[in-house]
């Protein structure tokens, strides 16, 4: 049973455009949403969080949405930069501190 | 600032043989786990330790052994090495009660031929 998933494998955008990461969940007791971000060879890194009870939270470039009733959340990159290539896992956190990780989207901004 | 240390980086085993993943953090964090990334398939939990002395089972702990007898180390022990356990292992630490940001080590990929 994927509790976490993401449909889309990779993606591929133009530098400057909207970057925009789908994420789909079924467990309804996750407290918290994040993104990591991960380049070839390192380990992942923390990009950002929502709280479940927000819909929105915006860091620079990079804003989460979360739809509850969809079970949704998405991750928006505006304006994406080659830098921001690399694959994307979000993941659901529960009591307990525990991570339930999606399969990830690898991410390439073309210049 | 060394953050989440795991050693080696890589290793070629040979189906049967043993080894133990290092891992160490100076964080003074609580927690640490253990996770295995297979292609597309995510990071899936192995094993996980809320503080020394105590660990638990993941989704995926077939296969291996840890222990925690410091707060800085958690190795992770693969006993009869099988092909199903060629990944990338990742280990990670965490402050208790925290909201999910995890730290992690650069990862180990291990080969099993």
């Known amino acids: 049973d994927q509790q976490v998933k993401q449909n889309s494998p990779s993606l591929s955008v133009q530098e400057g455009r909207i970057s925009i990461l789908n994420c789909d969940y079924t467990n309804s007791m996750f407290d918290y949403f994040l993104w990591y971000k991960k380049y070839p060879a390192e380990g992942p890194t923390f990009l950002i969080s929502?709280?479940?009870?927000?819909d929105k939270n915006e860091d620079g470039r990079f804003t989460v949405f979360l739809n509850k009733s969809a079970k949704h959340l998405s991750l928006h990159i505006v304006p994406s930069q080659p830098g921001d290539s690399a694959v994307y896992f979000c993941?659901?956190?529960?009591?307990?501190?525990?991570?339930?990780f999606g399969g990830g989207t690898r991410l390439m901004v073309k210049p | 600032n060394a953050g989440v240390t795991q050693t080696p980086k890589f290793r070629i085993l040979k189906i049967g043989q043993s080894m133990t993943l290092q891992c160490t953090q100076d964080?003074?964090?609580?927690?640490m786990y253990w996770y295995r990334q297979d292609p597309g398939m995510g990071l899936k939990l192995i094993y996980y330790s809320v503080g020394a002395g105590i660990t638990d089972k993941g989704e995926v702990p077939n296969g291996y052994n840890v222990s925690r007898s410091t707060t800085e180390d958690f190795p992770l022990r693969l006993e009869l090495a099988a092909p199903s356990q060629t990944s990338v292992y990742f280990c990670?630490?965490?402050?208790?009660?925290?909201?999910?940001?995890?730290?992690f080590g650069e990862g180990s990929r291990l080969t099993v031929l």
């Open positions: 990670a630490s965490s402050p208790p009660l925290g909201t999910g940001e995890l730290f």
């Open positions: 929502i709280s479940s009870i927000k």
């Open positions: 964080m003074n964090h609580n927690y």
């Open positions: 993941a659901g956190h529960n009591a307990g501190n525990m991570l339930t």
